[in-house]
């Protein structure tokens, strides 16, 4: 089976500032896709941004982007002038291209964001 | 925008009783997911149902488990004899046809056993 891993139980930022969430992964496909989800407080899943595997452009949105590096299984998560809002448990997730397969996912980092 | 919903948000039961959770995927997806996420940890795979049956399981998912597409709409997650460990955030999940459609997540529903 495919395994995540996040290395980083805890991170926290000041307001404003830049940090990186690290992702890596295990496994043999070739095709496959990732995703961070942010869970706040209330505990829903918001996706934050997806990557398929086989486009060496990283993924943007917003404020929010991936360093993508296929050969190395990583997949970290970069979050541009924080805020406070993004203070949230962060899960990377990975899944197969075939269809209807499951996600995998990390263990999760916890975001904090300093005023 | 379309979501997932689920119903009820917190369910509070006693040991050994069954209970139903409701969801209600994304009208036009055509795979349906169960999650689940213990307290502290991370979320972690149930079931797939695709074509009106299970298309994945894992060895969480016993025979205490089943689920169901009852209608069009719906998608249920019933428990059998609950166990206090079954206490959890239930998270459906829906996706498209093909494995590029990302899949959404419903809020979750809070299980606690008693």
């Known amino acids: 089976a495919q395994t995540v891993t996040q290395s980083q139980p805890e991170m926290s930022v000041q307001e404003a500032e830049t940090v990186t969430l690290s992702c890596t992964y295990d496994?043999?496909?070739?095709?496959?896709?990732l995703f961070w989800y942010k869970q706040p407080p209330s505990r829903q899943m918001i996706l934050v941004i997806r990557?398929?595997?086989?486009?060496?452009q990283n993924a943007t949105e917003n404020r929010f982007s991936v360093n993508f590096q296929k050969a190395a299984k990583s997949f970290s998560l970069k979050i541009s002038d924080s805020q406070l809002g993004d203070a949230a448990m962060y899960f990377c997730?990975?899944?197969?291209?075939?269809?209807?397969?499951?996600?995998?996912f990390g263990t999760g980092t916890s975001l904090t964001v300093i005023p | 925008e379309p979501e997932v919903t689920q119903t009820p948000s917190h369910q509070v039961t006693q040991m050994g009783q069954e209970v139903i959770l409701r969801c209600v995927p994304i009208?036009?997806?055509?795979?349906f997911y169960w999650y689940r996420q213990i307290l502290g940890q991370k979320v972690e795979f149930l079931v797939s149902?695709?074509?009106?049956?299970?298309?994945?399981k894992s060895e969480i998912f016993d025979d205490q488990f089943s689920v169901e597409r009852p209608d069009g709409s719906n998608f249920t997650l019933k428990i059998r004899s609950t166990k206090l460990e079954d206490s959890a955030m239930y998270f459906c999940?829906?996706?498209?046809?093909?494995?590029?459609?990302?899949?959404?997540f419903g809020p979750g529903t809070r299980l606690t056993v008693l």
């Open positions: 999940a829906s996706g498209g046809l093909a494995g590029t459609d990302t899949q959404y």
């Open positions: 496994t043999s496909e070739s095709d496959y896709y």
């Open positions: 990557q398929e595997a086989y486009k060496q």
């Open positions: 997730a990975y899944r197969s291209a075939k269809p209807g397969n499951q996600f995998y």
């Open positions: 009208s036009n997806h055509l795979y």
């Open positions: 149902f695709y074509n009106n049956e299970i298309s994945e």
